[in-house]
């Protein structure tokens, strides 16, 4: 990858970024930077955290990408013919994201999955209450934008909500979007946002691993890496809130649909969920969970964001969970087929 100071830096915050798991999650999160024609952006299904060692990015042509998404041109979804390809000789494919970050006017653009941002942009007054949140930034120019399917819709969207100079968007269910005109800038405003967005974290019983590994004993699941994810089932609160379905996009391309819950007496060998989208998250309530082994990497990073988004969430607040209906197109959008793909034939995360 040919790269400019400028991208060096980008680099560099988005691997500081990635190391984050309060920033974003496994493959979910993107950057980019747009530089003398081109945007350099975050490749499909790559990691943030493995910025400084994988060449990560490549760069489409900025100018025909816009108007293909003005237009509505459906190639701006992929943007794959938008490639500049003498730069791009490891064959990735751009972001799903990456229509939103060419329409975004700043030339640094960072997505991710903040766990704060993402604990208030479940709420069913989410708008409101991250307006308020934001209010004494002064220099933050802000919009929300209800749930949409990722890529060229949301970037439309953004488009037509947006007001001039807005340089940070809070997306329902799903993340936020900072802005500035040089990296450092924009790496200062992403601390600055979610510190203004945070929330206390519930505290959250221990869980019962010894147990946990008996019952999985001979059975396709197994603990989890982070023992984090374990305060989804051992936390009232948490599992209630869990239980209502799936909070955000990388959940589903994950773990599957919201969690499975492991009947009082039930045995994980025994257990077959029944739901459209394959669960992978299986909760044994009081005690703590179990992530099945057919897991694409990654899983265990959503498993402990879970934890997290729903620790910061009060047990009887209002929320809006994904559809069955919004379940199914993510999980069988081509642009996902293609992330979980490529998860599938990455190296494995660590298992107990």
Known sequence: MAGSSRLEALVALSARIGHDPLKTQAAGGNTSLKEDGALWIKASGTWLAEAETRDIFLPVALAPLTAAVEANDPRAAKATDFIIPDEN??????????????????????????IETVALAVRADAADVIAERLRPLGDVI???IPYLKPGLPLARAIQAAANPGTNVVTLG?????????????AGALLDRVSNALASPVRAA?????????????GSNWRLPADPVAHATATDPERLAIARQGSLYPDHVVFLGSAVAVLPEGGKPVEFVSDAAVPQMLLVVPGKGVLIHRDVLRGGDDLARALAEVTGRIAGNTPLRVLSADEERELFNWDAEIYRRALARTAPASPQP
Do not use: M, Y
Not at 96 to 109: G, I, K, L
């Open 142 to 144: 802000h919009c929300h």
């Open 89 to 114: 000789l490891l064959g990735l494919r751009p972001s799903v994201e990456t229509s939103v970050h060419a329409v975004v006017p700043f030339a640094v653009v960072l997505h991710v999955h903040c």
């Open 205 to 217: 019983p221990p869980a019962d691993t010894a147990f946990l590994a008996e019952l999985a004993d």
């Open 173 to 185: 269910n799903h993340g936020l979007i900072v802005a500035a005109d040089d990296v450092g800038a």
